[in-house]
């Protein structure tokens, strides 16, 4: 690739922790991006251009509404590639967890007139638009974050960490909370990045990397029942980070 690659980021519904961590919080990333040019970005103080071309359209937070769809569907038609960045965007995350209750009942609950209010069922990026990998995490991790630039700098396609965070945490010989401690821990379905934090601090993961790829979410589950946790509990902890179409809908049955 001869000319600067060009980026643009689009927030749709989330924390903008995601687009923080890009900007503000890993100054060797923000150097990585001086071989690129940011050409849309709301956060930045120019904004840009959001129609494009872009060499990567990094896609932050869930879908919510329908103008979100509409102009994502817009900005693949004028990417490259597309990668959402953070868990709202990659399974839905926080925002999906109003997937769980029948649509307008979480709105009732804050808005007096919910007239105004024009959410629907939360979406992950994917359940849209084709997308070309993740950087998966809460916020998003820095190391898949890196790979992506790089692998843009060099014109190759970028490849994401896909396995558990036990294995993870096995590299970094932690203790297992689950096995020593009877702690229950999400490390067994939720996808590696982060480097075991929680586990590494004695405490359980609690998923917010999200869902792996083919997650026996369906054992693991099982395995909570066994160490005394109610259905709904489970459910609680399989609908925190991964909306009910992915990889731990065996996990979401009360
Ligand atoms: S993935 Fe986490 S940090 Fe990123 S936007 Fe969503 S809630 Fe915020
Ligand atoms: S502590 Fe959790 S992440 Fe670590 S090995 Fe045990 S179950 Fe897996
Ligand atoms: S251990 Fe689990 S909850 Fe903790 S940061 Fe990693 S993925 Fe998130």
Not at 107 to 114: A, F, G, N, S
């Amino acid at each position: 690739m001869n000319e600067q690659p060009k980026i643009g980021v689009f927030k749709y519904s989330c924390c903008a922790g995601c687009e923080f961590q890009l900007i503000y919080f890993q100054k060797h990333v923000i150097d990585m991006f001086e071989k690129t040019q940011i050409t849309y970005c709301r956060m930045l103080q120019s904004g840009g251009h959001p129609e494009g071309p872009f060499d990567v359209a990094l896609i932050e937070g869930a879908i919510t509404e329908q103008w979100q769809a509409d102009q994502l569907n817009r900005v693949r038609a004028v990417s490259r590639y597309l990668i959402p960045i953070g868990s709202c965007a990659v399974c839905g995350g926080v925002p999906a967890i109003k997937n769980t209750t029948e649509e307008q009942e979480i709105e009732k609950r804050v808005y007096t007139d919910t007239s105004l209010v024009h959410s629907m069922k939360t979406g992950a990026i994917n359940d849209y638009v084709k997308i070309d990998g993740a950087v998966k995490g809460c916020p998003m991790g820095v190391r898949d974050l890196s790979e992506l630039v790089i692998s843009l700098l060099l014109d190759k396609r970028p490849e994401f960490v896909n396995c558990s965070v036990c294995v993870e945490c096995k590299l970094a010989a932690n203790i297992c909370v689950l096995v020593a401690y009877n702690e229950p821990c999400m490390g067994p379905v939720t996808n590696a990045g982060c480097g075991a934090l929680c586990p590494g601090h004695h405490r359980a993961c609690y998923g917010c990397w999200g869902p792996m790829e083919d997650a026996n979410a369906w054992a693991l589950a099982g395995q909570f029942r066994l160490m005394g946790l109610t259905n709904d509990d489970i459910h609680r902890k399989f609908t925190e980070f991964g909306q009910p179409t992915t990889q731990w809908k065996a996990g979401q049955i009360k």
